[in-house]
């Protein structure tokens, strides 16, 4: 499926948000999640469907110095 993920397009076998945080690496670190405009808590992922072309952030904390 065709989904819009930080301003990128990108085809993915993903049918949940969660699926889409699993398929970036992201499922065991800190990320906020806004779809289509609108935060998805975290323990909405499972439930939360993606449609063809949603637009998806994804903003994960990044340590360093």
């Known amino acids: 499926m065709l ?3 930080n301003g990128e397009t990108k085809e ?3 049918r949940t948000i969660e699926d889409v945080i699993v398929l970036f690496g992201l ?3 800190p990320v906020v999640v806004e779809a289509d405009g609108e ?3 975290k323990e909405q992922w499972p439930d ?3 449609r063809p072309r949603m637009k998806i952030e994804l903003v994960h904390f990044v340590g360093g110095g």
């Open 3 to 5: 989904l819009i993920v």
């Open 12 to 14: 993915l076998e993903a």
């Open 27 to 29: 499922k065991e670190r």
């Open 39 to 41: 935060i998805i808590a």
């Open 48 to 50: 939360t469907e993606v």
